[in-house]
C-alpha cells in the first residue's frame, strides 16, 4: 500500500509498522505544525534567493501586514532590509499570537505564500517558490495544492498537471478565465463555486469561438460547428459537453452566481474545472493536427 504513495509521502519506519499514527489527510483549511514549518522555511529559503535584496521584504511590510515602514526589520551591519528577517518576523509574531490565544489561524501562512508570488518582486523566485511548496504540501499531506500562484482545494497531481498545461495555451482569454475559476475556488473566506463554473465553462467557449472563427457563437453552437471546421470529436463527447452547458444555464446558483445566488459546492466547482481543463487540452491538440491557427 505505502509503495503506491508518491516519494513526498513515503511514511516513516514508525508509521510503516505500527509505532506511530499514520498522517490523515489535512482537511482544506487545516495547516499542521509540519506544514505551517515547512512552508515558512520554504518562504525563507526562496526569498533568500530574490534578486532585488530588500524590496519583496518592504512590500510584505507594508502591503501585506500594512505596517509603519519605520518599524521594518533592518540588518544589524548594513542596516538594510532584509526579506527573511521580516518573514522571520511575520512568523515569530503570529505564533505569539497562536500561543497568547488570539485569532490567527495557521491557514493564513497560505494568505503570506500567495503574496509572495504575487509579489511583482519575486519574478526571479516564482517557479522555484511554487514547485517547493507544492512538495510541502504534498509531503505533508495537504488535501490542496499551488497552481499560478493559488492555493486551492485539488490535491491530485494529475489534475494540477491538467490545469497547468491548459494554462499554458496561447490565449489570454482562456487563460483569464481558468485564472478566475481558480481564484473563485480558491477563496477560503467567501468561495463562490457557481462564479468558478461559469468561468471555466466561458474558458471553453472560448477555445471554441477561435477554432471555428465565430465570435458570436454559443458554447452549443460552436461545438456544433467544429466538424465543418475540420475538428472531429466523438459524437458521445459533444452531446456530454453540450450538456454541461446545459447544465451551466439551467442551475440558478450558476445562471445568478454573479447575483449571489450559488447553490453550488466545492466538489461540484473543482469537477468542472478540472474537466474543462481536460477538454481544453484535447482540443488543442485536435486543432492542432488539422493546423487550425488560433
Not at 532584509?82 to 505569539?96: C, L, N, P
Request: hydrophobic share 40%; aromatic share 10%.
Amino acid at each position: 500500500m505505502t509503495d503506491q504513495l508518491p516519494f513526498e509521502q513515503k511514511l516513516l519506519f514508525t508509521q510503516r509498522y505500527g509505532l506511530a499514527p499514520v498522517p490523515a489527510l489535512l482537511s482544506f483549511s487545516d495547516v499542521s505544525k509540519d506544514l505551517w514549518n515547512d512552508l515558512f522555511n520554504t518562504l525563507q529559503i526562496a526569498c533568500s534567493k530574490e534578486a532585488e535584496q530588500g524590496n519583496l521584504g518592504q512590500d510584505i511590510w507594508t502591503h501585506f501586514l500594512h505596517e509603519p515602514l519605520g518599524r521594518i526589520p533592518r540588518s544589524d551591519f548594513s542596516y538594510k532590509v532584509s526579506t527573511t528577517m521580516v518573514i522571520e518576523h511575520v512568523r515569530y509574531d503570529w505564533e505569539s499570537q497562536q500561543r497568547g490565544y488570539l485569532y490567527c489561524p495557521r491557514h493564513r501562512v497560505y494568505d503570506l505564500v500567495e503574496f509572495v508570488y504575487a509579489s511583482q518582486h519575486s519574478d526571479s523566485i516564482r517557479e522555484a517558490l511554487q514547485t517547493a511548496v507544492n512538495l510541502d504540501l504534498k509531503r505533508d499531506f495537504a488535501s490542496v495544492s499551488m497552481i499560478d500562484g493559488l492555493i486551492v482545494p485539488i490535491s491530485d497531481d494529475e489534475q494540477r498537471h491538467t490545469l497547468e498545461i491548459a494554462m499554458q495555451g496561447p490565449l489570454p482569454e482562456v487563460y483569464a478565465q481558468l485564472h478566475n475559476a481558480l481564484a473563485f475556488l480558491a477563496d477560503r473566506e467567501k468561495p463562490a463555486y457557481g462564479d468558478s463554473i461559469k468561468n471555466a465553462i466561458s474558458a471553453v467557449e472560448s477555445l471554441c469561438k477561435r477554432v471555428v472563427k465565430n465570435q458570436k457563437a454559443t458554447l452549443g453552437d460552436a461545438l456544433k460547428e467544429l466538424k465543418k471546421a475540420g475538428v472531429t470529436i466523438h459524437p458521445s463527447l459533444e452531446r456530454a459537453f453540450g450538456e454541461l452547458y446545459g447544465y451551466t444555464s439551467d442551475k440558478p446558483g450558476i445562471r445568478h452566481a454573479l447575483m449571489g445566488s450559488d447553490d453550488t459546492d466545492q466538489e461540484d466547482a473543482r469537477y468542472m474545472l478540472v474537466t474543462c481543463s481536460a477538454f481544453i487540452n484535447y482540443l488543442m491538440v485536435k486543432a492542432g493536427k488539422v493546423k487550425i491557427r488560433l
